[in-house]
Nanobody, 123 residues
Framework: QVQLVESGGGLVQAGGSLRLSCAAS????????MSWFRQAPGKEREFVAG????????VYADSVKGRFSISRDNAKNLVYLQMNNLKPEDTAVYYC????????????????WGQGTQVTVSS
């Protein structure tokens, strides 16, 4: 059993930055892959970025490459999403997701999900 709690969302102007955090608790030793997804109103949930336990494997959606950076602190059971040069189209609820095995994947096949944190980017 793993619990995930996101934080760090809020309102920011276009071009600004935010850092999202995801705190994992419970059976954190079972986590290999952690990823961020987002969902805007009326749209499907989409993959944003993912990272494996070592941190050597990272995957980014084309829409955020060069602007977002994912990292994790295994000792503190935290994963971060640094978001720079934010655009209005980045507005969405951002979700943290985790799974025990395998590589970073862009599908919704993850074992655990957080409750989400709202990110709103104004123009």
């Amino acid at each position: 059993q793993v619990q995930l709690v996101e934080s760090g969302g809020g309102l920011v102007q276009a071009g600004g930055s935010l850092r999202l955090s995801c705190a994992a608790s419970g059976r954190t030793f079972s986590i290999n892959v952690m990823s961020w997804f987002r969902q805007a109103p009326g749209k499907e949930r989409e993959f944003v970025a993912g990272i494996n336990r070592s941190g050597f494997s990272t995957v980014y959606a084309d829409s955020v490459k060069g602007r977002f950076s994912i990292s994790r602190d295994n000792a503190k059971n935290l994963v971060y999403l640094q978001m720079n040069n934010l655009k209005p189209e980045d507005t969405a609820v951002y979700y943290c997701a985790a799974k025990a095995y395998g590589v970073v994947t862009t599908t919704l096949q993850y074992d655990n999900w957080g409750q989400g944190t709202q990110v709103t980017v104004s123009s």
